[in-house]
T-cell receptor, first 113, second 114 residues
């Protein structure tokens, strides 16, 4: 089954404690992306990757890091989380064509206290 | 820059009513347009898409037509069911945007009552 898998689904943690949200896709997609979803704002892109070792900032990259060492994995790293990063996070992947839809994971709800 | 505007929600309807959720966009070039649906506690699922002017996307009884002249992509369904209750997002994606990202509207919550 084609899917994007995120872990964990839920996490409550404290300010400053480094955390990583993993994302893996099994569709051999070149393009992967992270979004955050906040009430009234829809989804906003954090980082994206066109292929292995190729990553770039989206619209709201501050406080986040990513890496793309393998095609299937695209982890999101919060090195020093702060309360304003409390949000619902989605990983997505797609083939590299504008007509192709992005496939989304089920989301990770992060609460930073 | 590119943007998507959706009608404010929530939209509350009775079962079997007709649904329209308005979506308009601003974009350079000719973007691809999408509707995504988010059921409670779940991720976003692609509902339908249209990739060029006058294309009609359809799925599960939902339809939307890519209208270049009015820069719109309104979602419609002739008879809604309780199971259609969800948040609906209109989105665009443009090859002119080097980030290749989806640009979303703010979402419209639909509540269908029995």
């Amino acid at each position: 089954e084609a899917q994007v898998t995120q872990n964990p689904r839920y996490l409550i943690t404290v300010t400053g404690k480094k955390l990583t949200v993993t994302c893996s896709q099994n569709m051999n997609h070149e393009y992967m992306s992270w979004y955050r979803q906040d009430p009234g704002l829809g989804l906003r892109q954090i980082y994206y990757s066109m292929n292995v070792e190729v990553t770039d900032k989206g619209d709201v990259p501050e406080g986040y890091k990513v890496s793309r060492k393998e095609k299937r994995n695209f982890p999101l790293i919060l090195e020093s989380p702060s309360p304003n990063q409390t949000s619902l996070y989605f990983c997505a992947s797609s083939a590299y064509r504008d007509t192709q839809p992005q496939h989304f994971g089920d989301g990770t709800r992060l609460s930073i206290l | 820059g590119n943007s998507v505007t959706q009608m404010e929600g929530p939209v509350t309807l009775s079962e079997e009513a007709f649904l329209t959720i308005n979506c308009t966009y601003t974009a350079t070039g000719y973007p691809s347009l999408f509707w995504y649906v988010q059921y409670p506690g779940e991720g976003l699922q692609l509902l339908l898409k249209a990739t060029k002017a006058d294309d009609k996307g359809s799925n599960k009884g939902f339809e939307a037509t890519y209208r270049k002249e009015t820069t719109s992509f309104h979602l419609e369904k002739g008879s809604v069911q309780v199971s259609d209750s969800a948040v609906y997002f209109c989105a665009l994606r443009s090859l002119m945007d080097s980030s290749y990202k989806l640009i979303f509207g703010s979402g419209t919550r639909l509540l269908v009552r029995p």
